[in-house]
């Protein structure tokens, strides 16, 4: 099996090249697509201004600038004649340069639009630069500046306090940067390659499946038994798995951010790699006189050394838990406990150094070399990256230490911790092994207990109860206003709504009106100040009730166009209630990722446990004891996913019903605004029904799917790999941005409700599912061949062992 794992990491290492730089220019010309076709313009226009002096350059460029926005005012007021506002611009502009006319007509622009534009943008971006470089002095003037202002003020005059020293500190740590020289250049592929996160996510999949082949492999084979029995088995061998650990960190850190590095020279180019750092506006707020060329360097150690420690935290992980779903858990939750700390702690927080001193704050180089920051270390200001450095060490030899030491202690027969075993002998006490014979009995048994999985459905549950709401939900003053119109007009629309709903749009449009009359009547002594402000009141609290009230206009509107365009009676829904259902799409991701994480863990060992144990050679050794098994194992998985379907999908239905105002579930689905383009002639209870049901044929198809794998592969730990990066990693990237990727994978079944945003009705989604379905039937028919026919390499070396032998016996 090692020569697969092996064989899949260099497999999935180009996969995840092609897809990193797949996601790396999809995003950059989704921000910057016109910036990137207009490159070569941009080089051929920095390039007549390079050799010029800063300020001949700068007043030229500021020049150009300045036609071109003529120019474009021009155009804008020739096709809006009877805008008063460009007709006034075009006369301030025509005052300032008399000749502008002529010049444009000369100019050649009124022929060529599009170069206008492209001209004008290259002329903005090259101005910013050159701004920015003479604002770079007014900057750092600027730092003592406030520095001697906020020291006059008395909270910030205690000499013993952060505060106090922080403000003195920073202009200190600017002095260095005053004269440094500092020229144009671009910045977009320097700031973009080494801000690119998805790239630290592919890093961490990649260390984990090397830390599957350095550690787990002998764990599952058995090997380890042996390898410990020896004095001299224990330390060489664990220093030179941490060895080879750490070098393919290094290696392979410099080869993925490496390419994501050359794709951005290629799309923006990285210009003049002397320059200081400085020259750029991103980088105003560094403190260290970097080029660029030293930046990138450092950029790169920044990244091994975050590589270097994740690598480290993954393979203690594998030496604290002999159970693979136990180190893939403990990953998920080491990893969200330091994205919640990273997020969601505030930088001045007593607890800021757990912000800080963060996986996702090491892999954060940007930050920490291009924004000045101190950290509150009792009461002094501490340079960040110091504080980095020295955290680094201080982890990278803890770690390493740690690893080295649970390598060499921890028994080789023990499989759980102490914690582990001690709940499995309490289940077990609770729950004792069945006497029944029944298949089914005994495998659920099997599972549940010998195969942890009762850890996992526990989780579930705790998940599931989390996402509870346990008081009752309180709304905003907007939100409770727009309620009570709800309340009045749910239901069908009618001749008697559609006359309120316009009688109180009309009181809208005569409020200023009404505000006018009430002032005109005081100003003329009508009314006296008490009548006024009795009035005055009286407008104002209903002027509240206007963007509650244009909410329920935009129903109307979408209700009246659905009657008059499609003949359909749409009703009155209450948009606090379905778009909480129905148009959380982030909820969506995030229960889909959690329900993969989920299912994936818990089948991965469904039938690598066989394999492991020596049972599938007994199972295959009776006809009928393979496919009543190998169809007790998929009613299990089958169970197991609906199980994770009802536990992390109804508490929104919970929360809905309990929370939420109550609507019409018999309305047609086309009466919310989300989906009004539908063409299926469906209820709201009807569409979410469907949508629940394609859910669970995604799930039932991820099973099929993930059984397959563990089949393949025959080790829980490579399993649950594969089947992560099959299922797991589309909703991750999803959640990073690319949010095309559900039309080509599984997770399109979990945020369908996105997905019919787009679509028109149930069948456009038939060529998806029957391409999905068929490949989970072929998964499954892949599956019983595999499983139920042995390995016949093996066969043959048997054979040939039992035939040398019978020779030598006669």
Request: proline share 3%; hydrophobic share 45%.
């Amino acid at each position: 099996m090692k020569w697969f794992q092996k064989r899949l990491l260099i497999v999935l290492i180009p996969i995840l090249l092609l897809g990193t730089g797949y996601l790396y220019v999809k995003e950059q010309m989704n921000n910057n697509g016109f910036l990137i076709r207009s490159m070569d313009a941009y080089r051929q226009a920095e390039s007549e201004y390079a050799n010029l002096p800063m300020d001949q350059a700068y007043e030229k460029i500021r020049r150009l600038n300045t036609q071109l926005k003529a120019y474009q005012v021009i155009v804008n007021a020739a096709g809006n004649p009877d805008n008063p506002v460009l007709s006034e611009e075009i006369r301030r502009i025509k005052q300032q340069s008399p000749t502008i006319m002529e010049a444009f007509a000369n100019s050649g622009y009124n022929k060529m639009l599009d170069k206008l534009s492209q001209d004008t943008y290259i002329s903005e971006l090259l101005l910013n630069q050159y701004e920015a470089i003479r604002g770079y002095k007014d900057y750092l003037q600027g730092i003592q500046k406030r520095s001697d202002e906020m020291l006059g003020v008395s909270i910030f005059q205690d000499a013993h306090s952060f505060s106090y020293r922080n403000i003195v500190k920073t202009p200190k740590d600017f002095v260095s940067m005053q004269d440094l020289p500092l020229q144009p250049g671009p910045e977009w592929g320097i700031v973009s390659a080494t801000t690119f996160s998805i790239m630290d996510g592919f890093m961490v999949l990649l260390l984990f499946l090397l830390c599957i082949y350095l550690f787990q492999y002998e764990k599952d084979s058995g090997i380890v038994r042996l390898i410990r029995s020896t004095a001299k088995g224990r330390f060489p061998l664990v220093s030179a798995k941490l060895v080879a650990l750490i070098s393919m960190s290094v290696i392979l850190t410099v080869f993925f951010y490496g390419i994501v590095l050359l794709l951005a020279q290629y799309l923006y180019g990285l210009g003049d790699l002397s320059r200081y750092v400085q020259s750029m506006e991103a980088f105003r707020f560094c403190n260290l006189p970097l080029t660029v060329g030293q930046y990138l360097v450092m950029f790169f150690i920044c990244k091994i050394v975050a590589n270097i420690l994740v690598a480290l935290a993954i393979s203690v992980l594998f030496q604290v838990f002999s159970n693979v779903a136990l180190v893939y858990g403990g990953l998920l939750s080491f990893f969200a406990w330091q994205y919640l700390s990273f997020r969601y702690i505030h930088p001045l927080s007593s607890l800021q150094l757990l912000k800080y001193i963060n996986v996702f704050s090491f892999y954060d180089a940007y930050g920490l070399l291009a924004v000045y920051k101190n950290l509150n270390i009792g009461g002094y200001p501490v340079w960040y990256p110091r504080i980095m450095a020295i955290s680094a060490l201080v982890l990278i030899l803890l770690l390493t230490v740690v690893c080295i030491t649970f390598y060499m202690l921890k028994s080789p027969i023990a499989t759980t911790s102490r914690l582990i075993g001690w709940m499995a002998r309490q289940l077990l006490k609770l729950r004792k092994p069945p006497s029944s014979v029944s298949l089914l009995r005994h495998e659920w048994y099997k599972q549940l207990f010998t195969g942890k999985m009762y850890i996992i459905l526990a989780l579930a549950l705790l998940i599931g109860y989390q996402d509870l709401n346990k008081k009752d939900l309180t709304f905003n003053e907007e939100d409770g206003i727009y309620n009570r119109y709800m309340d009045m007009l749910e239901g069908s629309l009618n001749q008697r709504k559609i006359s309120y709903i316009l009688e109180e749009q009309r009181l809208f449009d005569d409020l200023p009106l009404q505000y006018e009359r009430i002032m005109k009547q005081y100003g003329e002594g009508g009314l006296s100040p008490a009548e006024y402000m009795e009035k005055k009141g009286e407008l104002d609290l209903f002027s509240l009730k206007e963007r509650a009230f244009s909410r329920v206009y935009s129903q109307y509107q979408h209700l009246v166009e659905l009657k008059e365009t499609r003949d359909i009676n749409g009703s009155f829904l209450n948009e606090l209630t379905t778009n909480y259902l129905f148009g959380n799409a982030y909820r969506d991701l995030i229960n889909g990722l959690i329900y993969t994480i989920l299912l994936v863990a818990s089948l991965s060992v469904m039938f690598p446990m066989d394999y492991q144990n020596g049972m599938v050679t007994i199972i295959r050794g009776t006809r009928k004891g393979r496919l009543p098994l190998f169809l007790v194992k998929h009613v299990i998985a089958v169970i197991v996913a609906m199980f994770f379907l009802i536990v992390l999908y109804m508490p929104a239905v919970f929360n809905t019903l309990r929370s939420y105002p109550a609507i019409d579930w018999g309305a047609p689905i086309q009466s919310m605004t989300l989906f009004g383009h539908l063409k299926d002639s469906l209820s709201v209870l009807e569409f979410a029904c469907g949508v629940f049901g394609l859910q669970i044929s995604g799930a039932m198809l991820v099973c099929a799917c993930t059984l397959y794998l563990s089949i393949l592969v025959r080790k829980r730990a490579t399993a649950l790999l594969v089947a992560s990066i099959a299922f797991v990693i589309p909703f991750v990237i999803q959640l990073a941005g690319l949010e095309e990727i559900h039309r080509y994978t599984f997770s399109g079944f979990f945020v369908l409700f996105g997905v019919f945003t787009e679509l028109d009705s149930f069948l456009a989604l038939g060529v998806y599912t029957g391409l999905l379905m068929g490949v989970s039937a072929f998964a499954c028919i892949l599956a019983w061949l595999k499983y139920t026919n042995p390995d016949r390499r093996k066969v043959r070396m048997n054979a040939s062992f039992f035939k040398r032998h019978s020779q030598k016996l006669q």
